[in-house]
């Protein structure tokens, strides 16, 4: 990411200044570490009202700590630019002003993403990955935690799926009570590659509906291109279960 000059304003209020520099020795979201939340948890509606500046929350204090902690948490491979995980702290508390600049003016523009290719778990094929810039990583994790705190809950007491507080248990625990209660036909649906696929201008729609502050939205579209357009496909089985396990398929 080129850097502009970053030269503090002498207007510039002091709270409006990004808490980017205090290097985080926290933990990450309770949420996330203690898997809290509730197995069932009903949807609520959500309105714009208090969408307009989220630009703003992601670069609060606790925000941007939890964010570099999810990130060093993660782990994962450099990008392009070849800077670790273990370099982005130092970096984002040099760098700090330009960066924070940046993300309110709506000046901030993701590196290209490193293309790289894993064999599947089952050996089935290879599998493509685009790895962003450990940089571009901390910012998306600041955006999922604003947007998260606000979607969660409007999500589907169903769903457990890349949720903070559920896990794969919880669902696999809910389709025993299922089972359980007589039921015992399953519907497996997949979408086939819907991360390379999803069309990115219906996603942005589908967002803009929720999020009033167009800055996040552009920051959003940003990060989309640097992935690519592309359709996709539905695969569906149907699965019949008994207590012992599958009888058959279809």
């Known amino acids: 990411?080129?850097?502009?000059?970053?030269?503090?304003?002498?207007?510039?209020?002091?709270?409006?200044?990004?808490?980017?520099?205090?290097?985080?020795?926290?933990?990450?979201?309770?949420?996330?570490?203690?898997?809290?939340?509730?197995?069932?948890?009903?949807?609520?509606?959500?309105?714009?009202?208090?969408?307009?500046?989220?630009?703003?929350?992601?670069?609060e204090l606790e925000n941007c700590k939890q964010a570099l902690q999810r990130v060093k948490t993660n782990?994962?491979?450099?990008?392009?630019?070849?800077?670790?995980?273990?370099?982005?702290?130092?970096?984002?508390?040099?760098?700090?002003?330009?960066?924070?600049?940046?993300?309110?003016?709506?000046?901030?523009?993701?590196?290209?993403?490193?293309?790289v290719e894993i064999q599947k778990p089952d050996g089935s094929g290879m599998r493509k990955l685009g790895i962003f810039c450990v940089l571009d990583r901390f910012v998306q994790q600041a955006v999922l935690q604003v947007l998260?705190?606000?979607?969660?809950?409007?999500?589907?007491?169903?769903?457990?799926?890349?949720?903070?507080?559920?896990?794969?248990?919880?669902?696999?625990?809910?389709?025993?009570?299922?089972?359980?209660?007589?039921?015992?036909?399953?519907?497996?649906?997949?979408?086939?590659k819907f991360f390379d696929r999803v069309n990115h201008d219906r996603l942005l729609a589908a967002v803009a509906k929720r999020v009033a502050d167009k800055r996040m939205l552009e920051l959003i579209r940003a990060f989309l291109c640097r992935l690519g357009p592309a359709t996709f496909c539905i695969g569906v089985s149907l699965q019949r279960y008994r207590k012992s396990g599958i009888k058959g398929s279809l």
């Open 1 to 59: 990411m080129r850097l502009r000059s970053g030269q503090r304003q002498k207007n510039r209020p002091e709270q409006e200044e990004l808490a980017f520099s205090a290097e985080s020795r926290s933990d990450a979201p309770k949420a996330i570490e203690q898997g809290t939340e509730t197995l069932v948890a009903k949807p609520r509606t959500e309105s714009l009202a208090g969408t307009e500046r989220l630009r703003e929350e992601v670069c």
């Open 75 to 115: 782990k994962g491979s450099p990008g392009v630019d070849g800077m670790s995980v273990d370099q982005l702290p130092a970096y984002r508390k040099q760098h700090e002003l330009e960066i924070g600049e940046q993300l309110r003016n709506g000046a901030y523009q993701p590196q290209p993403v490193r293309r």
């Open 148 to 192: 998260q705190k606000r979607w969660d809950p409007t999500f589907s007491e169903h769903s457990h799926g890349f949720r903070p507080g559920r896990s794969a248990k919880q669902a696999v625990h809910q389709a025993q009570q299922y089972i359980a209660a007589g039921h015992n036909w399953v519907a497996d649906l997949d979408i086939e």
